[in-house]
């Protein structure tokens, strides 16, 4: 009877034991998302205090530089105006991003299995990645209209080298012990992959991710800029033909921002995926 009454004791002292380092884990979660949140949440209040202060002190001219409380206004005044622009920018920014990142993906893997493939397509991939991007703008606005398809594909082509040197780089950064291991095992060249290359890829694709994600949006800006009558680059290139401050410093906000959301949905899935390795600790 006594015995019973131990182990029932013990083990409310040790569910209540777990309980609590739950609750422990979920507050330091909590606090390092805030404290993280925090610092670069002051440092833009700071900023835009500041430059508020010196256009009111200097009396600088809104054609020169709009103050930041005349660009909140202009956003909150106008929101509904930038929400298809802010969605059809985003969608070209991803679906590019995608695009891109597969077929870096794919070349990736065929150039880290092929020396004579690297030497062959790898000057291919460098010159068109010296190219700028708005050199090629208007030549796909001619091939392919003035649609979301050009966008799309300017986006895809400045994804493309980093993850696609990343990719090359992580499947042939191996541990050769390991290696040496699956082959006495007698695994398949799939199965070295699976096991062994995309595991150890991983940390090298998701920081060429976060790269990628960035040239993403600003390809598409370059092909709305050249280009159509939708999205964020459209809107700030015809608010820069008609002097329109507030405008065009609202669409830039607008654009970090984007930037800013789409890196860190990648570093949430990077800790998601890769929550074991040194790099998201």
Known sequence: MSQSVSETNGRSVLAAGTKKHADDSTESKIKGIAGSALAPLLAFVALFGLWELIIRIFNIKMVILPAPSGIFAELVRNFGFYVPHIWTTFTEAIFGFLIGAAIALLAGVLMSQSR??????????????????VAIAPLFIVWFGFGGLPKILLAAISTFFPMMINSIMGFRSIDENNYEYLQSLHASKFEIFLKLRLPNSLPYLFSAASTGMSMGVIGAIVGEMYGGSEGLGNVLTVAANYLQMERMFASILLLALMGILLTNIVKIVERKFLHWHSSSK
């Open 116 to 133: 004579f493939l690297e030497r062959a397509l790898l000057p291919l991939a460098v010159l068109a990645n010296v190219t700028p991007i």
